[in-house]
């Protein structure tokens, strides 16, 4: 009887002891899963807004399962160094310009032509529809997938020279452009004389007089505190500026199909977030940049898309025209 009484307490332990694993196998939540974001901007930029916004969308959507270390300021190099970061898999997720990508994928270039789009409204339904997701459905046979469309806004021009008003006034200016063929073409038929560096180099060839000015958003203008060292801005928006959220093509196709709707959802939550930041900057910014000093010229936008309507005819070698005339931009430029 003794030994029938042991057995059924050793059968009912053995029942409790196989229970176990599965239990703790629900209760337990996942590991963190740590990925690192890298950008070439400040934290507290439209890129940095962005990748705090990604973070912690993912972080709430996982439920704590991804956690996302930021890297600004180009601390885990430049961006074609992100780029091979990001195609090798050594780096899980970046925020990068499209001046770096169109080497890659050329198409995302035709974004850069000048005066194509009318205003951000415009340009944000071109990214968001056929023609902006058809070219992110190129990225992954890259080593890359294109989560969302970014943004920095327009470009305009700053000099320390003269105000400029029209195409004529800005012949013989030397202004920094980014290493981006589309830019360059335009400036130099309107007579500039380009100068392809970096933002850093461009800083310093600015104090030495070696080139007069540049061109960016006005969110990289204020960030960088160009009103101590440039006199005159001249809002000539020749340029829409997007941006690129990015991961890992190696990355993202390990991941489970519930978590890369996660990354999604991340990638759409920094883009909501970036245009914000542009918003707030458009609508605020050129006041702020009154006050710093710096003289402010509105300028007639449709001269200097007149006058660089020529150079459209090397816009047409370079992509598919069927697709530029696809954007229902207003103005014929034959």
């Known amino acids: 009887m003794r030994n029938v009484w042991l057995a059924s307490i050793a059968l009912a332990l053995s029942a409790i002891t196989a229970s176990v694993p599965a239990l703790t196998e629900n209760i337990t939540a996942p590991a963190d899963i740590h990925l ?23 972080k709430t959507c996982s439920k704590g399962k991804y956690r996302v270390i930021t890297f600004p300021n180009n601390q885990l190099g430049s961006e074609r160094n992100v780029i091979e970061g990001l195609q090798a898999g050594t780096i899980d997720l970046a925020i990068v310009s499209t001046s770096t990508i169109m080497d890659i994928i050329p198409e995302v270039g035709m974004f850069d032509i000048p005066f ?50 029209t195409p004529e006034d800005a012949k013989g200016l030397r202004i920094r452009t980014p290493k981006n063929s589309i830019h360059i073409d335009g400036f130099r038929y309107i007579g500039i004389d380009p ?10 060839a600015i104090k030495k007089g070696e080139i007069d000015g540049q061109e960016n958003s006005l969110a ?74 710096i003289q402010v010229a509105e300028v007639d936008r449709a001269d200097f898309a007149t006058a660089m309507a020529p150079v459209y005819s090397e816009y047409y070698k370079k992509f598919d025209r069927k697709i530029i005339d696809a954007i229902p931009f207003q103005r014929n430029f034959e």
């Open 195 to 204: 100068v392809p560096m970096t933002l850093t180099e461009a800083f310093d």
């Open 116 to 165: 194509l789009m009318h205003d951000l409204t415009h340009a944000r339904n071109v990214l968001d529809g056929p023609v902006g997701r058809n070219i992110l459905a190129k990225f992954p046979s890259k080593g890359l997938v294109a989560l969302a469309w970014g943004e920095q806004g327009f470009r305009h021009l700053t000099n320390n020279v003269k105000p400029v008003l």
């Open 36 to 58: 690192r974001m890298a950008h070439s901007l400040h934290s507290k930029s439209h890129y940095g807004t962005a990748a705090n916004a990604f973070a912690e969308t993912l």
């Open 220 to 293: 990289v203008i204020l960030l960088t505190q160009l009103s101590q060292t440039q006199k005159y801005l001249s809002l000539s928006g020749h340029v829409y500026a997007p941006a690129l959220i990015l991961a890992s093509e190696k990355l993202y196709k390990k991941l489970p199909k519930i978590d890369r709707t996660f990354f999604d959802k991340a990638g759409k939550a920094a883009s909501t977030k970036m245009r914000e930041f542009v918003d707030n900057v458009e609508k605020n910014g050129v006041e702020k940049l009154r006050e710093c000093g």
